[in-house]
């Protein structure tokens, strides 16, 4: 069955302190990884898409790799507004059939304190 | 802003009833999704409508359906509404197969 695990649920960082978070996942095959941020009673933003192992994409403080079985959100020296909750979701590959399928994990909370 | 807009932002309703959501995906995306999202189940899929046709349902209840129109904006319709039918409800979009884009969600209130 496909699944997606996210660790930690939550994380408390000190400005400046740089932490990864992880995203391990089991599908038949993989299309694509998606990283969103949501904010509280928000919508996901979207972050990044990872599509094969040993890809890498940056934005600003966050950097997200991916490898066969799983992916890390890199944080280096994160500032208070980078508090949020960090969704990732996997796309399996599509049979005949089949249709664009996110599956999420629980998420990690990240609160970043000044 | 992700270019996809849902009314109303919130909804407070009574057990029994029904009620309407709206979405408007980006501009010139065809698939429109639904997701619930309640604080014990994370974001949970119910829908997925590619240029006004099904393509394929999660876990919706049967007391849940959706279309989606020709200008290609839809509607999710709850009826039958019980407590645990609270939550929010996003809408997607999509080019084809390729990255989903979230709306701002509806929060439903079912007292």
């Known amino acids: 069955e496909d699944q997606v695990t996210q660790s930690p649920e939550a994380l408390r960082l000190q400005e400046g302190e740089s932490s990864s978070l992880n995203c391990s996942y089991t599908?038949?095959?993989?299309?694509?990884l998606f990283w969103y941020r949501q904010d509280p009673g928000k919508g996901p933003e979207f972050l990044f898409t990872?599509?094969?192992a040993g890809e890498e994409k940056e934005k600003e403080r966050l950097k997200a790799t991916l490898t066969k079985k799983e992916s890390f959100l890199h944080i280096t020296a994160p500032k208070p507004e980078d508090s949020a909750t960090y969704l990732c979701a996997v796309q399996p590959v599509l049979f005949s059939g089949g249709y664009n399928k996110l599956i999420f994990g629980a998420g990690t909370r990240l609160a970043v304190h000044p | 802003d992700s270019g996809v807009t849902q009314t109303p932002k919130h909804l407070i309703t009574a057990t029994g009833q029904r009620v309407t959501l709206r979405c408007s995906p980006r501009s010139g995306d065809l698939s429109v999704y639904w997701y619930q999202q309640s604080l014990d189940q994370g974001l949970q899929f119910l829908i997925h409508y590619y240029n006004g046709e099904e393509r394929a349902k999660g876990n919706i209840l049967e007391r849940f359906s959706a279309q989606q129109f020709p200008d290609l904006h839809s509607e999710l319709n709850l009826s039958s509404l019980e407590l645990g039918d609270s939550a929010l409800y996003f809408c997607a979009s999509s080019v084809g197969w390729d990255t989903q884009y979230f709306g701002p969600g509806t929060r439903l209130t079912v007292l």
């Open positions: 599908v038949s095959g993989l299309r694509g």
């Open positions: 990872l599509y094969s």
